[in-house]
């Protein structure tokens, strides 16, 4: 079983920057990016394979957010820019043992809060 810590989040105003990271217990996972707001169903924000070979993007996110990862550090990052309103959520950090980043994550972090304002 792996463990998740996200941190990073915070308040911006539109227009800004923001960098996720989430440190894992383990490495060989693929990791990946979720946001909630309440009321919505979770939607996968960008996810990576364990070497870093395949990326994937929501459509809502795509040429503003950059997920990249370290894995001397057993971190994933996910750099945010030019933040809109709508990017307001709880982003979640998530991890699974297989090659697609759009399959089922069997681990989950406790969320880091963001929050963009107009």
């Known amino acids: 079983q792996v463990q998740l810590v996200e941190s990073g989040g915070g308040s911006v105003q539109a227009g800004g920057s923001l960098r996720l990271s989430c440190a894992a217990s383990?490495?060989?996972?693929?990791m990946g990016w979720f946001r909630q707001t309440p009321g919505k169903e979770r939607e996968l924000v960008a996810a990576?394979?364990?070497?870093?070979?395949?990326?994937s993007y929501g459509d809502s996110v795509k040429g503003r957010f950059t997920i990249t990862r370290d894995n001397t550090k057993n971190t994933v990052y996910l750099q945010m820019n030019s933040l809109k309103p709508e990017d307001t959520a709880g982003y979640y950090c998530a991890a699974h043992a297989g090659w697609n980043t759009r399959g089922n994550y069997d681990y989950w972090g406790q969320g880091t809060q963001v929050t963009v304002s107009s």
């Open positions: 383990g490495s060989s996972y693929t």
């Open positions: 990576i394979t364990w070497n870093g070979g395949s990326t």
